[in-house]
């Protein structure tokens, strides 16, 4: 029996495996594995479990029959190969983080002792065994131009069945993901009919002013693309959103609208972003071990002190520093904030309260609906400081307030215990009490510390070398070697 195991690609459009399964003309099973080890993992939370529900259950909507198993996946093909035997597995290709490399790798085992083929197929502009970093701005060209695949015609999925030896093991998805998250109504829907949705009322309305209000908490909700979830979870790929918006792009272009400028400065914006995407995960492809120490393996000495206290108050919002507590509150609540925040949230937490990025990292995945290891763990080494050849940025959370939400609106949102505070007096969180709130559990001797220590290992020979080599396997090439100074 042939079998197309779902990951991270919960979509019928630009489906590279679904296709080269509906190619083979043969019969086909359909598998997603809700894997226990998931479901228990410390990056897992219910948002991201219902957002494969409602994938899911929209595709079988559409047509396409799914078995649905709640096993570890080693487990479910081993019952699966007893009943009738796989013999082709097709699969994409997934960037994902140590417990998945690891499963894979055993997957990959258990194939080659079982006699099963095991096609594993490209959805991302991310390649596997690169090894001349110079050459992935080609790759990635010849991948986004590629055409995209269109979506099966609705009689064609008829070859996707569940096969009658199998069909004992056939539950519900609401059997299946019992007991497994609490629905909520407050994060994005995933799936691949809300992300067209998505995707159109950008290119065609909000995308107009996504360049200039992406960066206040107070506008990036609207004007942002909001595409994260689906690229997150494969609803949507970054092929087809892309080669969308270049269309949107020229359309633009050649009408006579007063909004044009605004139009294309916000539509390239976005396409940038894109390409970054891309890049940020091929760091993660390159350095599956990322999730344990730093690319930049100097840093492994900064003193993190993790101090319970502050990471149970970082994770609640409780920290008596307003702007983090509300974009804390509102990530709990609703699953997403966007990028300059959780830019300054990671600062915060190691700069202010001396917790290992590491450490982080799982506070904040649980709680990002579009959790993508690539792009997280990317981003948290980078606002940590600990990869070396960025510029070290440390974000001052008074002076985000200032400059992102001055009226203090999101923050009298999500801390409803300043609502009757003056926008003044908020902003001066650190040099007066506010009554009502508590007070800040950090201060720039807790920041100072921090910094010395980083920039101590910073300007070592040692630092610098391994920054060269960092930059060699993983840096973006936009800027050249000899002018930078590492």
Request: glycine fraction near 4%; hydrophobic fraction near 35%; aromatic fraction near 10%.
């Amino acid at each position: 029996m042939n079998v197309y195991w779902l990951k991270r690609d919960f979509r019928l459009s630009d489906n590279p495996a679904l296709h080269y399964c509906l190619k083979q003309k043969e019969s086909c099973c359909v598998l997603f594995i809700l894997e226990p080890s998931f479901i228990s993992a410390p990056e897992t939370s219910g948002f991201h479990i219902q957002s494969i529900y409602t994938a899911i259950e929209h595709l079988s909507s559409q047509g396409l029959q799914v078995l649905v198993l709640r096993q570890e996946v080693i487990e479910a093909f081993e019952l699966l190969n007893k009943s009738l035997p796989i013999n082709n597995l097709v699969s994409h290709e997934e960037v994902g983080n140590l417990r998945t490399f690891s499963r894979d790798k055993k997957v990959k085992q258990w194939c080659k002792e079982n006699n099963t083929h095991w096609t594993e197929i490209k959805q991302t502009a991310v390649f596997r065994r690169l090894t001349n970093r110079d050459e992935r701005q080609g790759y990635w060209k010849e991948f986004m131009y590629a055409d995209c695949l269109e979506k099966p015609k609705p009689d064609t999925l008829s070859l996707f069945i569940i096969p009658e030896a199998w069909q004992p093991y056939q539950q519900t998805l609401e059997q299946v993901f019992a007991g497994t998250f609490t629905h909520c109504t407050s994060i994005q829907k995933v799936t691949e009919q809300a992300a067209n949705t998505v995707l159109n009322s950008f290119l065609f309305d909000r995308g107009k002013y996504y360049s200039g209000n992406i960066s206040s908490p107070n506008t990036a909700l609207k004007y942002g693309s909001r595409l994260s979830p689906h690229l997150a979870w494969g609803t949507m790929t970054s092929r087809e959103i892309y080669q969308k918006t270049q269309i949107a792009k020229l359309q633009y272009k050649e009408m006579e609208i007063a909004d044009k400028g605004k139009w294309g400065r916000s539509l390239n914006s976005f396409t940038s972003r894109l390409h970054w995407r891309d890049h940020f995960m091929q760091r993660l492809e390159s350095a599956p071990d990322m999730e344990l120490h730093p690319i930049n393996i100097a840093y492994d000495a900064l003193p993190y002190t993790n101090t319970a206290n502050n990471i149970e108050a970082f994770t609640k919002g409780e920290t008596g520093f307003p702007m983090i507590d509300a974009c804390m509150r509102c990530l709990n609540i609703t699953g997403f904030i966007n990028f300059r925040m959780r830019s300054m949230l990671t600062s915060f937490a190691c700069f202010y309260l001396h917790i290992d990025w590491r450490v982080v990292h799982y506070i904040l995945a649980k709680v990002f609906t579009d959790f993508e290891p690539g792009i997280h763990l990317s981003q948290l080494q980078m606002q940590a400081g600990v990869v070396g050849i960025n510029t070290v940025r440390v974000y001052n959370p008074t002076k985000q307030i200032i400059d992102q939400d001055k009226e203090c609106a999101f923050i009298k949102k999500w801390v409803p215990e300043l609502a009757n505070t003056t926008a003044v007096e908020i902003i001066m969180h650190e040099e007066i009490s506010v009554l009502n709130y508590i007070k800040p559990i950090a201060n720039k001797a807790h920041l100072k510390q921090m910094k010395d220590a980083l920039w101590a290992i910073r300007k070592t020979q040692e630092s610098k070398e391994l920054s060269r080599q960092v930059y060699l396997k993983h840096g973006s090439r936009k800027t050249p070697l000899r002018k930078r100074k590492l």
